[in-house]
């Protein structure tokens, strides 16, 4: 008897919250439309199509005759609707009820633009986590589909461990559907219509009973003709050569009509929680994300006022900002702006109008079991840690925007060339002690021999002033590292949205010391182009522009930055004269498999060569303003 492999077949599709309308439209004239047309011409291939709610809403602004096609492919039962958040978001990582409400809210809005409601979900990444059977559950989803790696059984091997399995969590379950690696791999790896053709004629007496594959290249690499829709009918070509003999092309509630005997199954968690650890970036957004969830829940009586505050922070949730694939992920400076916008909207929502007080709140912030100290004012946020005593958060609130963005420089497993490290998460105000011969060059080559960093070295908190708005932090002598003899001491007071820092250098040693002592700063702009910022060094009134590239520059009191697309300028103002380096901080990653260069922050370096007997000070009083 010649058995048939039940083969579900779909397509996934996102765009990440903030992209730009340029890349929407090259990907729905490069992707969404030749797939969409072609399979409307093969009435007999039934499709399962998931579309995020970023895409809909956009392809309903701007090509509304889409929907028109999806309504018809619905109409005649070629197609499933698959659900999910509406913004893409990695759902292992949120909330309980924004896992709830951004599934709601693409689920009303394929039912309003649709007429129906989906019954099955697609999870970001396949991000999973036990108690996601119960969330999906309660918002009615019946199933969903993970990778097949996660389907090996101690109770079923080979083939057989590859069927659809029925999931538990207290007490509700959910079907979950194999997705195979092996023949997704294979169709990235070879022109997609041979890798089909190959992967089901290689196939032994006894076919595997089921497949299904949410395959990626086919959309977007050109066929023989040149052109995306003749490489997508080569595919259905092959597709349905082999129906004939080898596979049944299902739906995934046709499957659940017809198979009622699923075994049950438990799935192991994704590591998404890991990639907080490895990329702090990324678990900066994250943090901002839970504690802008805490502001919101914190509404009571305004209801509408809570619901707008809500859809904001959804926005911030993309799966994008907590990923490093193809498209980037978290390198994309672009997505990270996007998502601080998004989560300072909501900020901005939670305040009362006319009635905010100023602040110093100490709060674990960034979930690591110790306390940061937040300085809030009416259009500022400066967030402090101990671990090097520098700002990890500026916020703006009038434009909704972070300008401590920042990225590190990393090497990642598929460059080939070599690549700085940084080993830390830029900031503002993390200290470094060099020697005095160190140079510009030094810096740029990330060499920082016989130097202490005291950005990685955890400062005291001395005393916090919250009615003042003050906070004291010291570093105690390190005889363990170079300059180890030298105490620093770092006072913060925040009065009317301008930042005072006043730093005190003491030598505790029995020896003179000779240094170069600099406070380092990121800022992170939209961009570096002249049409997105421009440098000024300030001396005695007079203006200097800094070219692109930085460099090298001496003897002023004040450098300025004039950040055009949001109209803002950020001074850093001090009162003694000092040096300063400028280096453009840029990171290299693969973005829809092309390398390219990002850029992420601007670094400055304010330069102070000091001289200090035993026992003496050196004192220095920055400002640092931020102003429309």
């Not at 083939?159 to 195979?180: H, W, Y």
């Not at 066929?223 to 129906?243: C, K, N, V, W, Y």
């Not at 016989?450 to 708005?469: L, M, T």
Request: glycine share 6%; hydrophobic share 35%.
């Amino acid at each position: 008897m010649n058995y048939k492999t039940n083969f579900i077949f779909g397509s996934h599709n996102h765009m990440p919250y903030g992209t730009r309308d340029d890349e929407f439209e090259r990907i729905y004239r490069g992707k969404l439309k030749p797939f969409i047309s072609t399979l409307y011409q093969y009435p007999h291939i039934p499709a399962v199509l998931h579309y995020s709610g970023v895409l809909l809403h956009w392809i309903e602004r701007n090509h509304p005759e889409f929907f028109m096609i999806i309504l018809d492919l619905i109409s005649r039962k070629q197609i499933e609707l698959l659900g999910g958040g509406f913004y893409e978001p990695m759902m292992t990582l949120l909330p309980q009820a924004d896992k709830i409400g951004q599934i709601e809210m693409l689920t009303t809005y394929i039912r309003k633009q649709f007429g129906k409601r989906p019954q099955g979900c697609w999870l970001p990444g396949a991000a999973w986590e036990q108690n996601m059977v119960g969330v999906l559950n309660t918002c009615g989803m019946g199933y969903t589909f993970l990778e097949d790696s996660r389907f090996n059984r101690e109770d079923v091997r080979g083939q057989e461990a590859l069927r659809p399995c029925i999931s538990e969590d207290q007490g509700k379950l959910l079907t979950v559907f194999p997705l195979s690696g092996r023949l997704h791999a294979e169709l990235r790896q070879k022109k997609a219509s041979l890798a089909l053709e190959v992967f089901f004629k290689d196939r032994s007496s006894q076919p595997p009973p089921f497949v299904s594959v949410f395959p990626e290249d086919i959309f977007v690499e050109p066929g023989d003709a040149g052109t995306p829709e003749a490489g997508i009918h080569q595919f259905f070509e092959a597709l349905s050569r082999i129906m004939e003999t080898a596979i049944e092309l299902t739906l995934p509630n046709r499957f659940l009509k017809t198979h009622q005997d699923l075994k049950k199954a438990y799935f192991p968690g994704s590591s998404s929680r890991q990639f907080l650890i490895t990329y702090p970036e990324s678990n900066g957004v994250y943090s901002k994300m839970i504690f802008t969830h805490v502001l919101i829940n914190q509404l009571r009586g305004d209801k509408s006022r809570k619901r707008n505050a809500r859809e904001e922070l959804w926005k911030a949730q993309g799966y994008n900002t907590y990923s490093h694939e193809d498209d980037g992920g978290i390198y994309r400076n672009t997505l990270r702006n996007a998502a601080y916008k998004a989560l300072l909207e909501a900020e901005k929502i939670t305040r009362d109008r006319g009635k905010f007080i100023p602040s110093l709140m100490t709060f674990d912030f960034d979930l690591d079991g110790e306390a940061e100290y937040l300085f809030q004012d009416k259009n500022i946020n400066y967030y402090i840690k101990t671990l090097g005593a520098g700002i990890f958060e500026l916020d703006y609130l009038p434009k909704a925007w972070n300008y401590l963005n920042t990225f590190a420089r990393r090497r990642e497993s598929y460059m080939e060339e070599p690549a700085i490290e940084d080993g830390y998460r830029r900031a503002a105000f993390l200290d470094r002690l060099l020697p005095r011969d160190f140079t510009l060059r030094d810096a740029r080559e990330n060499r920082f021999t016989g130097s202490r960093f005291c950005g990685n070295e955890s400062y005291q908190a001395v005393e916090i002033d919250k009615v003042q708005k003050k906070a004291y932090f010291r570093l105690l002598p390190r005889e363990d590292l170079p300059f180890g003899s030298l105490e620093l001491e770092k006072r913060y007071r925040l009065k009317t949205d301008v930042l005072t820092l006043n730093y005190a250098l003491i030598n505790r040693g029995l020896d003179p010391r000779e240094f170069k002592f600099i406070p380092q700063v990121d800022f992170s702009f939209p961009g570096d182009e002249e049409s997105f910022l421009r440098i000024f060094t300030i001396n005695a009134g007079e203006k200097e522009a800094v070219p692109r590239e930085g460099g090298e520059f001496t003897t002023m009191s004040a450098v300025e930055f004039q950040d055009l697309k949001n109209e803002t300028i950020v001074s850093l103002l001090a009162n003694r004269p000092f040096d300063l380096w400028i280096i453009p901080i840029r990171t290299r990653c693969r973005i829809y498999g092309e390398m390219t260069e990002q850029y992420q922050s601007t670094c400055i370096m304010p330069i102070h060569a000091v001289a200090l007997e035993p026992g003496e000070r050196f004192e220095i009083e920055y400002r640092l303003r931020v102003y429309h």
